[in-house]
C-alpha cells in the first residue's frame, strides 16, 4: 500500500546523506583551522577552570543522549494521543477495511 509516508522518507533518507556526506570535508576544515592557528600560536593559553570543564566529545555524547530522550519521551506521548484518538482517525481515513482485513488474514 503506497502511503504519503514513502516520498517522505525517501527525503528524509536523502537529508540523511547530505549530513553524513559533511562528516569528511567539516573535519578537514576543523583540522585545516586547528593547524593554522597551531602554526601562528604555539603556545595558547590555558582556559580558566578548564579541568570543570567537558570536553568537546563528552559535550556532543552528552548532547546526544539529551536528543535521544527527548525524541522517545516526544515519541511516547505522540504515540499515546495517537491511540487516544484512533476511534476518531481510524473512521476519517477509513481504516475499519484495513482491520477487517488484518484480522482475516
Known amino acids: 500500500m503506497d502511503t504519503i509516508l514513502e516520498p517522505i522518507t525517501d527525503i528524509q533518507d536523502r ?3 547530505v549530513i553524513s556526506s559533511l562528516k569528511q570535508p567539516v573535519s578537514n576544515a576543523v583540522g585545516t583551522v586547528v593547524d593554522f592557528v597551531v602554526e601562528r600560536r604555539s ?12 570536553t568537546p566529545a563528552e559535550l556532543i555524547d552528552n548532547q546526544a543522549k539529551f536528543a535521544t530522550k527527548v525524541v522517545s519521551t516526544t515519541k511516547t506521548v505522540a504515540a499515546s494521543a495517537a491511540k487516544a484518538a484512533a476511534p476518531v ?17
Do not use: G, M
Open 15 to 17: 537529508i540523511i546523506e
Open 43 to 54: 603556545d595558547l593559553p590555558s582556559v580558566p577552570f578548564a579541568e570543570k570543564l567537558p
Open 89 to 105: 482517525t481510524d473512521q476519517l481515513l477509513d481504516r475499519s477495511s484495513v482491520k477487517a482485513t488484518v484480522k482475516a488474514a
